[in-house]
């Protein structure tokens, strides 16, 4: 669980809504129902128009690391790519082999089983950084997803400023009617500037982050399998990864 984002998401509106109640204002007066269907209705569905299905669904599928980010263990995979390496120097790379279906990680997995497979070392770098890019750009596209809902919430926003405004123009013989229309036009903008920078906008500098994090990790694992390849020695492979270990 990553406490600094529960942290920042409760701290970003506490900040928010204090300062609204110390100021002297009513909480309830920034809940809006009409207000928040049409910055949100509005801000998904231009959203979703603009994202293919596939996109949508890796958005969705990431969305969790925000408060929930994989797992990513530097230096017990830097011990792991060393031993790795002891096991090859001893046993050759087919003693690899019996490693390959106890490996959870798919990354190191197919790493492993190129090894085992006596790939060339080129070869099996081409093989990995395919896959590193195109994971990579999978995930880049999911959290482009929410930032392109930061992108869109405020001029959805001002959409439903301009219409509350418009309902009080239509109602101004009707004094009765004045204070939802305003209230609604308000209302509509906070929601859109602050669903923006409190919320949209972060969610997608976390997730680029997370997968910028992840990159890094996987070339680590590509070096040392790359170095496992062309025989070298476990000291020096292990000066190599300690790079990554210091970033």
């Known amino acids: 669980m990553d406490v600094l984002s529960i942290i920042g998401v409760i701290l970003a509106f506490v900040a928010v809504l204090g300062g609204n109640f110390i100021e002297g204002g009513s909480i309830g007066a920034l809940f809006n129902g009409p207000a928040g269907l049409i910055v949100i209705g509005g801000t998904l569905g231009a ?7 596939e996109n949508l669904r890796r958005a969705m599928d990431i969305l969790p690391w925000v408060f929930r ?6 230096e017990g995979s830097v011990s792991k790519i060393i031993n790795w390496s ?4 001893k046993e050759g790379l087919l003693g690899l082999e019996t490693l390959v279906d106890t490996e959870t990680e798919y990354f190191s997995q197919k790493g492993l089983r ?3 497979d006596g790939t060339e070392p080129d070869a099996i770098r081409r093989i990995l950084e395919v896959d590193l890019y195109v ?5 880049l596209r999911g959290a482009r997803f929410f930032e392109c809902m930061g992108g869109y919430s405020p001029t959805i926003g001002i959409i439903g400023a301009v219409m509350g405004l418009i309902h009080v123009m239509r109602n101004l013989a009707d004094p009765s009617q004045l204070g939802s229309g305003i209230a609604t036009a308000f209302v509509a903008t906070i929601y859109g500037v602050g669903l923006a920078n ?16 992840q990159y890094q990790y996987n070339e680590m694992i590509i070096e040392g399998v790359i170095a496992i390849a062309e025989g070298e020695n ?7 990864l300690q790079g990554y270990l210091e970033s």
């Open 69 to 74: 980010p994989p797992g990513i263990d530097l």
């Open 47 to 53: 959203a979703v128009l603009q994202t293919s299905y």
């Open 198 to 213: 409190l919320l949209f906008l972060p969610v997608a500098s976390k997730l680029k982050s997370i997968v910028q994090d």
């Open 234 to 240: 476990p000291r020096s492979i292990e000066m190599k």
């Open 135 to 139: 994971t990579e750009q999978r995930n």
């Open 86 to 89: 002891m096991t090859a120097r």
């Open 114 to 116: 190129l090894l085992v």
